[in-house]
Structure formats: C-alpha cells, structure tokens
C-alpha cells in the first residue's frame, strides 16, 4: 500500500513539474555544457519563474516571470513576460505582453502585445503590436518605436525619455507626453498630445 501511494506521489510532482516551471539560480548543467559559467536554455513549460541566474540564452515555451535574471544573448518567449531587474545583452522576442521594471535591454525589442517599461532602459529599437505602450519612471528608450498594429494606439510617456522616432501604422494614433517626459526624434504618422 505504501508503494501505491509513493508512485501517486511521484506521478502528482511530475505532473505538477510538467506544467510549471520554479527555477532559483545555478544552472549547472547548461553552465558546464557551454563552458562559460553562463548557459543557454529552452524550457517548455507552461508557467516558468526564474530568479537569480545567468543564461548566455533563453527561450521560454510559455509566460515568464524572472527576477534578477542575466542573458548574454537572445532572449525569446513564446507567450506574456514579467521581468524584474533582468538584462538582456542582445535581442529580445516577447510573443505576448511584456511588463519590464528595472530591466536593461542592450539591443532591439519586439514586443506582439502591450508593453509596460518602468524604470527600465532599451539601447536598440522598440516594435510592439499592441495597442498600449507605457514608458515611465526615468525610463530611457534610446532607439525608435515603431507601432505595427493598424488600430487606435496609445504610446504615454510618463517621466521618461525616448531619442528614436516614433512611428505609428494608424495615423490616429497619439503619443501622450505627461511629466516632464523627453522625446527628442520625429513623430511619424501619429498625434502629439502634451499633458
């Protein structure tokens, strides 16, 4: 009988495993693969949380939470990311929403859904596809914005600074510039609306 329950056990946190994804530092195994204390990773997951490691780089199958997170290269998810104190050294793909604090993203972002940047800085370009974009708190957004999605789009610009041209697919649409926020390059296809 006991053996039964064991084996329930076991199949219960496989299982429960299968579907979410809970990793805090050390990734050993990749980090001897590529020999550079930093490796590369693809987890499938559904649901994975990350915190406090390094990966030279990432794909995640499903949503991500990371948390002081590292990656030398490319960063790709395949659904919604929230990111906390993550630095990504080269390109990053979110295929969903993407919800950035205290990031640091040294090259280009594509973005399918809405971004949230607070507090964080983009070194390359910004392409989003969703209809929202927030950049705040002494965010710094050093390449353009390009909005792909041809409905009514809003970009706000809360305390924050953006040195790249914005352009819009919807002519209709607006940039909101509210507190002190900066944008320094050419407002292509969209409205300027000062707060």
């Not at 395949?78 to 990111?83: D, R």
């Amino acid at each position: 009988m006991n053996h039964i329950r064991n084996v329930l056990i076991i199949l219960s946190a496989s299982l429960t495993l299968y579907g979410c994804t809970t990793i805090i530092g050390g990734h050993e195994s990749t980090a001897e693969a590529s020999g550079d204390n930093m490796g590369p990773a693809t987890i499938s997951d559904t649901n994975t949380t990350l915190q406090n490691d390094k990966f030279s780089a990432l794909t995640i199958n499903g949503m991500l939470s990371a948390t002081n997170i590292t990656i030398g290269n490319d960063l790709l998810v395949e659904s919604n990311a929230t990111l906390i104190k993550v630095i990504v050294k080269d390109d990053t793909i979110i295929k969903g929403q993407l919800n950035a604090t205290n990031c640091s993203f040294k090259d280009d972002v594509k973005i399918s859904g809405n971004g949230l940047f607070i507090n964080s800085y983009l070194g390359g370009n910004l392409e989003f596809g969703g209809t929202k974009l927030d950049v705040s708190k002494s965010s710094k957004i050093i390449g353009g914005i390009i909005s792909s999605n041809h409905n009514l789009v809003t970009i706000t610009l809360d305390h924050a600074q953006i040195r790249g041209d914005i352009g819009f697919a919807n002519s209709n649409s607006t940039l909101v510039i509210k507190n002190g926020g900066k944008f320094t390059g050419k407002l292509i296809n969209g409205n300027l609306e000062k707060q």
